[in-house]
């Protein structure tokens, strides 16, 4: 029973195009989202997160847009680069809960 | 997230062997958490622990697999008996709070069995 679901396990983007990575999830409770990146031989890198009190959530070239009706959010990089290109992971939580639920991650490969 | 340090970066045991991975949070954190991930998959949950207690172990197998965090040293998880399924990267993390706040991971042991 998979909460969160990443259903794109790889993407290809041109550099210095826009990279959409897309997670859904199934737990209306959680309402806290996470956004990590991992490089290989390496642990996760926090990103991004999202309180579901905000629909966007903006970092520099990474922003991250909550549609808590249709269950989904995307995270944004533009423009991409050459260094974006890492396994990104979506995680959610709730109600303060510290259990993160993780979907099976989305490998973006940056062209140049 | 460098301040979190696990060792052995990787681990090869033999079947029926027992492995232990060994965590050192980040300075000032008090939580742990271990995840593991299987080949093309997420991030399981295992267990999280703060000094001396285990609070949820609720992703952990029933047995063979168990987790401290003693009041001085490392966080250890340990396996017992090792089998083949149980190859896969064991990240540790901590954080300062139990508030929704970004973790700090380690950089994984790789654990393969043989």
């Known amino acids: 029973d998979q909460q969160v679901k990443q259903n794109s396990p790889s993407l290809s983007v041109q550099e210095g195009r826009i990279s959409i990575l897309n997670c859904d999830y199934t737990?209306?409770?959680?309402?806290?989202f996470l956004w990590y990146k991992k490089y290989p031989a390496e642990g996760p890198t926090f990103l991004i997160s999202?309180?579901?009190i905000k629909d966007k959530n903006e970092d520099g070239r990474f922003t991250v847009f909550l549609n808590k009706s249709a269950k989904h959010l995307s995270l944004h990089i533009v423009p991409s680069q050459p260094g974006d290109s890492a396994v990104y992971f979506c995680?959610?939580?709730?109600?303060?809960?510290?259990?993160?639920?993780w979907g099976a991650g989305t490998k973006l490969i940056i062209k140049p | 997230n460098a301040g979190v340090m696990q060792n052995p970066r990787h681990l090869v045991r033999r079947r029926g062997q027992e492995a232990r991975l060994r965590c050192s949070p980040m300075?000032?954190?008090?939580?742990v958490y271990w995840y593991r991930q299987l080949p093309e998959e997420g991030l399981k949950f295992m267990v999280y622990?703060?000094?001396?207690?285990?609070?949820?172990e609720s992703g952990m197998p029933k047995e063979r697999f168990s987790a401290e965090f003693p009041k001085e040293g490392p966080s250890i998880l340990r396996i017992q008996q090792v089998v083949r399924g149980d190859s896969a990267a064991y990240f540790c993390?901590?954080?300062?709070?139990?508030?929704?706040?970004?973790?700090?991971f380690g950089q994984g042991t790789r654990l393969t069995v043989v």
């Open positions: 999202i309180s579901s």
């Open positions: 300075k000032g954190h008090s939580h």
């Open positions: 993390a901590s954080s300062p709070a139990l508030e929704n706040t970004e973790a700090f």
């Open positions: 995680a959610a939580s709730a109600d303060s809960n510290y259990q993160l639920i």
């Open positions: 737990n209306s409770m959680f309402d806290y």
């Open positions: 622990l703060q000094k001396e207690n285990i609070i949820d």
